[in-house]
Structures are given as C-alpha cells and as structure tokens.
C-alpha cells in the first residue's frame, strides 16, 4: 500500500492513535483515496503499545490496523522537508488526540509542516493537538468539537462555527493551509475539502456525487 500510494501525485498522511474516533478516520480516509490522493495511516503508539503493534483501539471499540507507525513513515517518506506529505490529517477522539498531543514526534512533525507552509487538517478534538503542541497555527480561525471552543479561544485561536460563519465548505472552516472541521457527523464535509485542496474543486465535486453526497 505505501508504494502505491507514492506514486500518486498527492500525498496524505493520516495519524491514529489508541482512543481515535473510527468514523472520522475512515470516511476521511475513503474520501480521499477516492479523489486519487495516496494516503498512508501511521499509528501514533501509546505506552502500553507493543513494539511492532500497528493496531489502534478505536473510541468506540473498533480495531483499526495502520499501514506503519508514525517514527517508520518519517524514517522512509519525510526525513527531510522535501519528503514531507501534502497533508498530514488528525482524527479526534478525545483519548487519541490526548495521545497524539502527548507525543513529542507528533509535534516535530507538525511544526514541521507548519513551516513549509503544507496542509494539515483536524477535526473533532484533534484541533487541541495543535495547542499542545507549541500553539501551532496560533491566531488562526478554525473550528472543534464545541466543547473545545472556550479553551481554543482563551488560547488565541479564532473559533468559528462554520454554519454561522456561512462557510462555503460546508461545516469546515479553512484559514489558508490550516483546515478543521466539527465532528463525526461533519467528517464528509472535512474529507472533501481536504479533496478539494489537493486534487481541485472538480474532483471533489465529482466524488461527493458518486458518494450521493447531496
């Protein structure tokens, strides 16, 4: 799977973690490889995790197998910047994104992206991972589960929510190559932006009819 999805023209790179939301990385994962974007899921490991263990224990009790563990994909793909993906993309969950937020690979990586000015997207808790993290994307608008709203906000980020805000993307906002969406219910707005940010508006067009989107 790795190899197929390098020789794709884009590049996606979806993490995961014990206490992931299942929804949110699954339909975000389908979406994407459907509008031909490669994408390869690393497994952020927990202290408990067994060290060649590529499985997740997901939110709500579904298994998910990752296709490498996030240290292996850096090692391969993006030990230097020009290896880095198109998009790095953070499920919620609120055990996962704790996870990911208590990793200190996750953060390098992301400020990493950050600094080369490439896409990386979040939903549900996931956007607490980015303040975590340094306050990566600070003063940014975006948006979360909004139970997370107060604490974004009091953290210098500019809360939005996308139906009030009157977001063309649906229920996503999107501040330049910084893109967050609600949560499980919002996860086919937040694939196919992150679609149409890298493979053009046409193409996710395209799938969310094929999808019987609308």
């Given at each position: 799977m790795a190899k197929?999805?390098?020789n794709l023209k884009k590049r996606a790179l979806v993490l995961i973690a014990n206490g992931s939301e299942e929804m949110e990385l699954v339909i975000t994962v389908d979406v994407l490889r459907r509008c031909k974007i490669g994408v390869i899921v690393a497994l952020v490991p927990g202290p408990e995790s067994a060290k060649d263990d590529l499985i997740a224990h997901c939110?709500?009790?579904v298994n998910v197998k990752a296709d490498t563990t996030l240290q292996a994909y850096v090692q391969q793909y993006a030990a230097t910047e020009d290896g880095?993906?198109?998009a790095i993309i953070l499920p919620g969950g609120l055990y996962g994104a704790k996870a990911m937020a208590e990793a200190p690979d996750v953060g390098t990586l992301l400020e990493r992206q950050q600094k080369?000015?490439?896409l990386v997207a979040a939903i549900c808790a996931a956007p607490t991972v980015l303040l975590a993290h340094g306050k990566l994307?600070?003063?940014r608008r975006l948006t979360s589960?909004?139970?997370f709203r107060e604490q974004m906000a009091e953290a210098g980020y500019?809360?939005?929510d996308p139906a009030a805000a009157g977001s063309p993307l649906g229920r996503v906002v999107r501040d330049d190559n910084l893109i967050t969406s609600l949560g499980p219910a919002t996860t086919f707005?937040?694939?196919l932006a992150i679609g149409a940010a890298l493979a053009g508006q046409e193409v996710a067009d395209q799938v969310a009819a094929d999808l019987l989107y609308k």
């Open positions: 197929s999805a390098r939110s709500r009790g880095l993906p198109d080369a000015g490439k994307f600070a003063g589960y909004p139970a500019v809360w939005e707005d937040f694939g």
